[in-house]
């Protein structure tokens, strides 16, 4: 096996935003590591959602990392002895923009990744997006081999799904990067509601993939509240059943 190869990199995106990307990236990270898997999880999103989530803050973000003005261990936070992660904010803008100028621009986080080792010291390196088409997704995705897509209950969501779809063919042609689809999440579903039926319908005929959906909690936002994760705020959530199952399959690498 080639150095590196067994590392699993995943990239959580959908154009459409409030689809449970953050949600699912922290909480995919803090399940497998439970599982005793070595996780990264990287934010790539200039809200800092994975941040304001957890309530971590560092002075050096991925926007240092990428422009190479700090190593990857002063950019590392560790969270709760779980998983390490990789802040952004605001200022990764910045980054992008000047990005714009470099050589292999699309690759940068790749490079960066590949520079400090990261592929030989994790089991999975989770990435979570913006609601967008940037450069930074560009770099996302060309760091990848695998993507998620989280739809939550709303038909736009299928749309930006759509969209994310589209863009994996596009790099797969243009760019012959190997990526493929993981699969599609339906999350924040409430089985009484006549939408979330229409919209669960809509997955299954569009996909083949379709991995365990995510059931919807109000506990999920006063976990994010008091800046915890489900598993710390609600043990016995009937959530953590349908994440458990989602952390199986994802383990199992089912994809097309």
């Known amino acids: 096996m080639e150095s590196g190869e067994s590392c699993r990199v995943i990239t959580i995106a959908n154009a459409r935003g409030g689809v449970g990307k953050t949600f699912l990236s922290i909480h995919l990270a ?23 989530w957890l309530n971590l803050d560092s002075p050096a973000t991925l926007f ?3 422009l190479g003005e700090s ?7 560790r969270y709760k002895d779980k998983f390490d992660l990789i802040l952004a904010k605001e200022s990764i803008k910045e980054a992008e ?15 960066r990744l590949e520079e400090f080792d990261v592929f030989n010291r994790y089991d999975y390196v989770l990435i979570d997006t913006s609601p967008s088409l940037s450069l930074l997704n560009q770099n996302a995705y060309l760091a990848s081999k695998e993507v998620l897509v989280p739809i939550n209950m709303e038909p736009l969501a299928v749309v930006g799904a759509s969209s994310i779809i589209e863009s994996i063919k596009i790099i797969r042609k243009l760019l012959k990067h190997k990526i493929t689809l993981l699969g599609i999440v ?29 059931r919807s909690s109000v506990r999920v936002k006063e976990a ?3 800046f915890m994760t489900i598993n710390e705020y ?5 959530i953590i ?4 199952s989602l952390v199986e399959r994802v383990m199992d690498g089912q994809k097309v």
């Not at 059943?241 to 458990?244: P, S, Y």
């Open 30 to 52: 803090y399940m497998l590591a439970e599982k005793g898997k070595k996780v990264l999880l990287v934010d790539t999103d200039p809200q800092g959602t994975v941040g304001l």
């Open 64 to 66: 240092h990392l990428l």
């Open 71 to 77: 190593s990857l261990d002063e950019c590392i936070l």
């Open 97 to 111: 923009i000047r990005m714009v100028g470099m050589v292999a621009r699309e690759h940068l986080l790749k490079n």
């Open 186 to 214: 339906p999350t924040f579903v409430s089985k009484q509601s006549n939408v979330a039926k229409q919209v669960l319908q809509m997955i299954h005929t569009s996909y083949d993939s379709v991995l365990p959906q995510i």
């Open 224 to 226: 994010s509240g008091s």
């Open 234 to 238: 609600d043990a016995k959530n009937g």
């Open 241 to 244: 059943e349908d994440l458990q």
